[in-house]
Every structure is written in C-alpha cells, then in structure tokens.
T-cell receptor
C-alpha cells in the first residue's frame, strides 16, 4: 500500500493497492468528522463518519482512524479501484454555535490500472 | 444520487448582475447549507438554515443573501456580481442539527464575465 504522513494534494496508486489519505484538523473541540469523495462535475459524496468518542470505524473497503491527541484523521481505502479516483476531503464539526462543517484541503487520488 | 436538487446547473452572467440559485433538500431534511467552492479556496461555508430560520453564518458577503421557504427549499441570491464570484455553489441538507452528515447536491457553476 501507499501512504502519506502529511497532507499532500495528490496521491497516485496502482489498482489493488491500499491507499491512505491523511488530514490534520484544526479545532480540539471538534467532535464529529466526515470523509467525502468528490468526482469531477459532482458534489461531495458522503463516505464515512466518526465521532470523537471512537478512534476507528470501518465501512465497506474504507476505514477511518481518529487520533485526537495529534488532531489527525486518516482514510484507508482497501484494494483501491479506478473508480476510487476522485478528490477526497475531510470535514470537522467544530462543535460551536453558529458554525457548520469545516472542510480541509482535498487530496486528489489517482488510481492507475 | 444524494436527493438534493440544485438548479440551474450552469449560469453565465455579467458583472453587476444578480442571480438566484435554488436548492431542494432531501425529503425530510430540515437543515439546508450553502457552500462555495473555488479553485484556490476549497469548500467555504456560507450560511445554514434550519426549518426556515437562519442558524449559522460563515464567510458570506453582504452582497449575498439566502432564505429557506416553508416548503424547505432554499434560494441563494447573489447580487452586484464580480468576476471573483465565479465558483461552484453547493447546497447540502441534513436531517439533524448536529452530528449528521451533510448530503450535497451537484452544484451550480456560476461564471461571471
């Protein structure tokens, strides 16, 4: 598999590899986190979410890990497929009145076959 | 398909003009959010409505305004348009106020010439 330690704007992997996309969030009070996938010409699509009382959550081929100590979130995609090629965003709920989800900078995942 | 409908898909207008973007949320969702996505700024939160009332305000310019109607659809009004307002405008909806994923429409691409 291929991973990145810090946020990088692009990630290129081979089909079948595991991908890891990282995200650093800003607010230690944030209590809810979401990963979105955005394909060209479409809106962000919900992938998986996690609450701050958890450190790991699994979905179909995807796993989200939350490290509150260092304010870090990661998305792992198993057996990456060409259809996974998209821009991936993490989002945090800062848990403050008058605010809404804050989106991080996206990572463009390119999967080659 | 997220269930969130945005119209129009594309809008081309001149500087100084005014436009209205429309959003129909998913059936049953009471919260509507507007986000702006430009190449260099990522997804920026503009404003949120919940059951007709303004709930949260982000980086929304005074030239922009929004409202949510009794049938829960929402409109975003952009006036005195400038070249820099060219962007994708996304509407999202959610069922609950907090700890609930936002579901996005496919956006309106606004081009100001």
């Amino acid at each position: 598999g291929e991973s990145v330690g810090l946020h990088l704007p692009t990630l290129s992997v081979q089909e079948g590899d595991n991908s890891i996309i990282n995200c650093a969030y800003s607010n230690s009070a944030s209590d809810y986190f979401i990963w979105y996938k955005q394909e060209s010409g479409k809106g962000p699509q919900f992938i998986i979410d996690i609450r701050s009382n958890m450190d790991k959550r699994q979905g179909q081929r995807v796993t989200v890990l939350l490290n509150k100590t260092v304010k870090h979130l990661s998305l792992q995609i198993a057996a990456t497929q060409p259809g996974d090629s998209a821009v991936y965003f993490c989002a945090e709920n800062p848990n403050q009145a008058g605010t809404a989800l804050i989106f991080g900078k996206g990572t463009t995942l390119s999967v080659s076959s | 398909d997220s269930g969130v409908t945005q119209t129009p898909k594309h809008l081309i207008t001149a500087t100084g003009q005014r436009v209205t973007l429309r959003c129909s949320p998913r059936s049953g969702d009471l919260s509507v959010y507007w986000y702006q996505q430009s190449l260099d700024q990522g997804l920026q939160f503009l404003i949120q409505y919940y059951n007709g009332e303004e709930r949260a305000k982000g980086n929304i310019l005074e030239r922009f305004s929004a409202q949510q109607f009794p049938d829960l659809h929402s409109e975003l009004n952009l006036s005195s348009l400038e070249l820099g307002d060219s962007a994708l405008y996304f509407c999202a909806s959610s069922a609950l106020l907090e700890d609930s994923p936002l579901h996005f429409g496919n956006g309106t691409r606004l081009t100001v010439t």
